[in-house]
């Protein structure tokens, strides 16, 4: 049974930055692509941006490219989304998930990002 566990979020200013961390056990992560979701309470579910096994590809949604770099450390079982430039916007819990293919997809229970003056 995989499991993902979230960290880095945080109270943080306009402007800021933050790095979120996602620690993966349970299953052969390098096999799976990893992606980060966000979710505002009412509103459903959004992908932020998306990363291959290998790390070779990136995909981002609108309004975050630029500003949001995901990357993942295979060695480590470990997705990352560096957040530079934060917009109120931004505020919202970051999930991550992983899935494959061949055998399932999993979902972090995710962290509060929020974004104030």
């Known amino acids: 049974q995989g499991t993902l566990v979230e960290s880095g979020g945080a109270l943080v200013q306009p402007g800021g930055s933050l790095r979120l961390s996602c620690a993966a056990s349970g299953f052969p992560f390098i096999y799976y692509t990893m992606s980060w979701y966000r979710q505002v309470p009412g509103d459903q579910r959004g992908l932020v941006a998306s990363?291959?096994?290998?790390?070779?590809?990136?995909n981002y949604a609108g309004g975050v490219g630029g500003r949001f770099t995901i990357s993942r450390d295979n060695a480590k079982n470990t997705l990352y989304l560096q957040m530079d430039n934060l917009k109120l916007g931004d505020t919202a819990v970051y999930c991550c998930h992983a899935s494959c293919e061949a055998a399932g997809a999993y979902w972090g229970q995710g962290t509060q990002v929020t974004v104030s003056s």
């Open positions: 990363i291959t096994g290998s790390g070779s590809s990136t």
